[in-house]
Each structure stands twice: as structure tokens, then as C-alpha cells.
């Protein structure tokens, strides 16, 4: 088993550096597989202010038989992981919610899931900008895996969907304004990365709290509680700044 922080930094340095998509997706398919996940999505789970929808996976590597069966049969209305984010939007794991405690419906939902080879999976939602709801789904063909693995998988949901959102969101969708000012937009790239206050002081060369205030006002005006959803949110609509090489120290 690898050190949970070094898969972390891993797949963050290795996802930042993907040229593609392929890259992007073989980075976090060794990550996770790791801790017994083979398949993995990011997917559209629930409508606006958690209105229900057909969730749509946006990008991953999933069971390809699953997810046509799963619309096909439209499982999404049993489905006891939706009724769950519906209740509480937090990360969990399949099995946090045995068999025995699942009405038939949704039974049928995680045994036809099984069939296919997902027998267990994680879930990390990550809220949208109109509090929408996308999820990061990781399946595992074992019926456990490591709990303290729990906090590493979230994380690496986390980046997975911010790394995915913002190397490769469809040029379908027009870019909506930024409320973020350069500088902003720029301590938060670094900030999604995993850099500290201080670090990105020295990058940018300029003083730790004037990063630390350029953060919380990109907070304050994306409405997020954490620097993770404002650097999601951010990323959802293309407004976050490219930085230059890590080496580089610009004047403030």
C-alpha cells in the first residue's frame, strides 16, 4: 500500500503536467487503484438547488456495461446513492449503507451494479455554482477497502474533478465573466494545487498575507466556504488563471 500522501502528491504533480485527457486518466487510475478502485467518473449527479436529473458522466473511465444498463433501466430513481447526496452531500462509501437497510428497489439498484464487477464504490460530491451537485464515483470489485484510505480518496476525488473541469472543459459551453481579478484567480490555481500561503507568497514573491487576502476575497465572491469549492467553482467556468513556470517569481 502506498503512503497515502505520496499518492496524493502524485497524481497532482502528474495531473498538472497531463498534455490530455488519456494522461489525466491514467494518472488518477493508478492513484486509485491503490486502494482496490479499477473504475472511476465524474459525473453530473443533480440538477440545480439538487433538482433530480439523468446524471450524465462528463469524463472518466467507468463499466461501460453498468452505465448503459443504468440508463437503460433509468436506475437513477432507486438509486440509494442520489437518495443519500439528497440527505447529506458529504463523502461515503457503498457500503456505509448495507443491503439490509436499502429498500427493494434500491436492492436491485446495488446487485445489478455487483453483477457488473462494481461492487463497492466512494463517492465525493462536489457542489457546483447553483448548487448543483457532479460526484467523483470510484467502484471496486471488493466488497471493502482500507477506511483510512477515506480521506486520501477524497482528496484525490477532489483534484480529479478540479484537474478535469479546468484542463478540459468543452469549448461548447460560453465562458461567463469572471468576478475574479487576476491575481485572485492566480493564488487560487495555486491554492488548488496544494500550495500553502507561504509557498505561494514566495512563487508569486509577494507577502503571505497579501495571498492570504487575495483567498478569501475569491471565496467571499464565489459564495464557497473552503478554497477546494472556490477553486471548483472557479474551474467549472473557466476562470481559473494559468500560472506561469513554478519557478518564475512575478512582483506584485
Same mark, same amino acid.
Given at each position: 500500500?502506498?503512503?497515502?500522501?505520496?499518492?496524493v502528491?502524485?497524481?497532482?504533480?502528474?495531473?498538472?503536467?497531463?498534455?490530455?485527457?488519456?494522461?489525466?486518466? *491514467?494518472?488518477?487510475?493508478?492513484?486509485? @487503484?491503490?486502494?482496490?478502485?479499477?473504475?472511476?467518473?465524474?459525473?453530473?449527479?443533480?440538477?440545480?438547488?439538487?433538482? =433530480? !436529473?439523468? +446524471?450524465?458522466?462528463?469524463?472518466?473511465?467507468?463499466?461501460? %456495461?453498468? /452505465?448503459?444498463? /443504468?440508463?437503460?433501466?433509468? /436506475? /437513477?430513481?432507486?438509486? +440509494?446513492?442520489?437518495?443519500?447526496?439528497?440527505?447529506?452531500?458529504?463523502?461515503? &462509501?457503498?457500503?456505509?449503507?448495507? *443491503?439490509?437497510?436499502?429498500?427493494? +428497489?434500491?436492492?436491485?439498484?446495488?446487485?445489478?451494479a455487483?453483477?457488473?464487477?462494481?461492487?463497492?464504490?466512494?463517492?465525493? #460530491?462536489?457542489?457546483g #455554482?447553483?448548487r $448543483?451537485? =457532479?460526484?467523483?464515483?470510484?467502484?471496486? #470489485?471488493?466488497?471493502?477497502?482500507?477506511?483510512?484510505?477515506?480521506?486520501?480518496? =477524497?482528496? *484525490?476525488?477532489?483534484? =480529479?474533478?478540479? !484537474?478535469? *473541469?479546468?484542463?478540459? %472543459?468543452?469549448d461548447?459551453? #460560453?465562458?461567463?465573466?469572471?468576478?475574479?481579478?487576476?491575481? $485572485?484567480?492566480?493564488?487560487?490555481?495555486?491554492?488548488?494545487?496544494?500550495?500553502?500561503?507561504?509557498?505561494i507568497?514566495? !512563487?508569486?514573491?509577494? @507577502?503571505?498575507?497579501?495571498?492570504?487576502?487575495?483567498? $478569501?476575497?475569491?471565496?467571499?465572491?464565489?459564495?464557497? %466556504?473552503? %478554497?477546494?469549492?472556490?477553486?471548483?467553482? &472557479?474551474?467549472?467556468?473557466?476562470?481559473?488563471?494559468?500560472?506561469?513556470?513554478?519557478?518564475?517569481?512575478?512582483?506584485?
Open positions: 500500500m502506498a503512503v497515502p500522501l505520496e499518492s502528491w502524485s497524481f497532482m504533480q502528474a495531473g498538472f503536467a497531463a498534455a490530455n485527457m488519456r494522461e489525466v486518466q *491514467l494518472a488518477f487510475g493508478q492513484s486509485v @487503484s491503490q486502494f482496490g478502485f479499477d473504475k472511476f467518473s465524474f459525473v453530473h449527479a443533480l440538477g440545480p438547488n439538487r433538482s =433530480y !436529473i439523468t +446524471p450524465e458522466m462528463k469524463f472518466g473511465h467507468q463499466h461501460d %456495461r453498468w /452505465y448503459r444498463r /443504468y440508463a437503460e433501466r433509468r /436506475y /437513477y430513481h432507486d438509486d +440509494p446513492s442520489l437518495k443519500r447526496l439528497l440527505s447529506s452531500p458529504t463523502p461515503f &462509501a457503498w457500503s456505509d449503507m448495507p *443491503l439490509s437497510t436499502l429498500t427493494k +428497489p434500491e436492492q436491485r439498484v446495488r446487485l445489478a455487483a453483477e457488473t464487477g462494481a461492487v463497492n464504490g466512494f463517492v465525493v #460530491p462536489v457542489e #455554482p447553483e $448543483e451537485l =457532479y460526484v467523483v464515483r470510484m467502484t471496486s #470489485p471488493e466488497k471493502t477497502f482500507d477506511p483510512q484510505a477515506r480521506q486520501t480518496l =477524497y482528496t *484525490l476525488g477532489l483534484l =480529479y474533478s478540479s !484537474i478535469g *473541469l479546468n484542463k478540459f %472543459r468543452t461548447k459551453q #460560453p465562458l461567463r465573466l469572471s468576478p475574479l481579478t487576476f491575481r $485572485e484567480a492566480e493564488c487560487l490555481r495555486w491554492a488548488s494545487e496544494g500550495k500553502s500561503d507561504w509557498d507568497s514566495e !512563487i508569486l514573491g509577494i @507577502s503571505q498575507h497579501t495571498v492570504h487576502e487575495h483567498l $478569501e476575497r475569491s471565496k467571499a465572491k464565489l459564495k464557497a %466556504r473552503t %478554497r477546494t469549492q472556490a477553486a471548483v467553482h &472557479a474551474a467549472v467556468n473557466g476562470w481559473l488563471s494559468n500560472p506561469p513556470d513554478k519557478g518564475t517569481r512575478i512582483k506584485h
